[in-house]
């Protein structure tokens, strides 16, 4: 773990396992329980035998800020394949929440699990990915209204007449929805120079914001946080 406004980094304890037949795979999800006040960690194993992956295995939560974190298991009820690879979850108060290898439509091949409003979301772009060039023209977003039910709501936002001049030949990914209401677009890789587009799906208005400093990381692939808090507090 590392601490962006201190540069403090922390490695956790190791993750206990028992013995299993093929490729395991391990992922985290760092999340912020509200009600006891405390920073988690959410650790799940899987197993890879050929092509094939199994539903995750073992789940260990591990609470961070105590004088001796030790992993605990912890059953899931719910049998699912994390995605490996990029982003694939938030924590929404407390609740942590995983884009699993499911069959999607053809539609939702590779949406971005996002938090749009405290609801879970997904938004895609070209292809049904989430992915955005100057050659799109729309970007999908899909929030989930009704968890019982599984109800979503679409929304559908046509970018402006001069997005293909604004982006111009950049690659950009879905990064996720600010407060307000703003889709957050970033550079995939980093070109010169490096921008964050901001589009509000209000005004229909596109914000672009460049950053400077990045020049010795050209050519490498950049990932773009949002909702970043300044904490001093030492890990």
Request: charged share 20%; with cysteine; glycine share 8%.
């Amino acid at each position: 773990m590392c601490n962006p406004s201190t540069r403090q980094s922390l490695a956790l304890p190791k993750v206990k396992t028992r013995k299993m037949i093929g490729v395991m795979m391990k992922r985290g999800v760092l999340g912020y329980d509200p009600i006891n006040k405390q920073y988690k960690v959410l650790s799940m194993t899987w197993v890879i035998n050929g092509r094939r992956e199994e539903a995750s295995v073992e789940h260990q939560v591990l609470t961070l800020g105590t004088e001796n974190p030790l992993w605990r298991k912890i059953k899931c009820c719910i049998p699912h394949c994390p995605e490996y690879g990029e982003i694939s979850e938030i924590c929404i108060n407390g609740v942590s929440f995983i884009k699993v290898l499911e069959s999607f439509t053809r539609t939702w091949v590779n949406p971005l699990l996002i938090n749009y409003n405290g609801k879970v979301g997904l938004l895609i772009g070209c292809g049904g990915t989430q992915f955005v060039n100057g050659r799109s023209t729309s970007i999908k977003m899909g929030v989930l209204q009704d968890v019982e039910k599984q109800e979503w709501s679409e929304h559908i936002y046509v970018l402006p007449a001069l997005w293909q001049n604004i982006v111009g030949d950049a690659y950009l990914c879905c990064v996720g929805v600010i407060r307000k209401n703003e889709i957050v677009l970033s550079s995939y890789y980093q070109n010169m120079p490096f921008y964050v587009f901001y589009y509000n799906t209000e005004t229909t208005t596109i914000t672009r914001v460049g950053f400077q400093g990045m020049e010795a990381l050209k050519g490498n692939r950049v990932y773009t946080y949002l909702d970043h808090v300044e904490n001093m507090t030492l890990l």
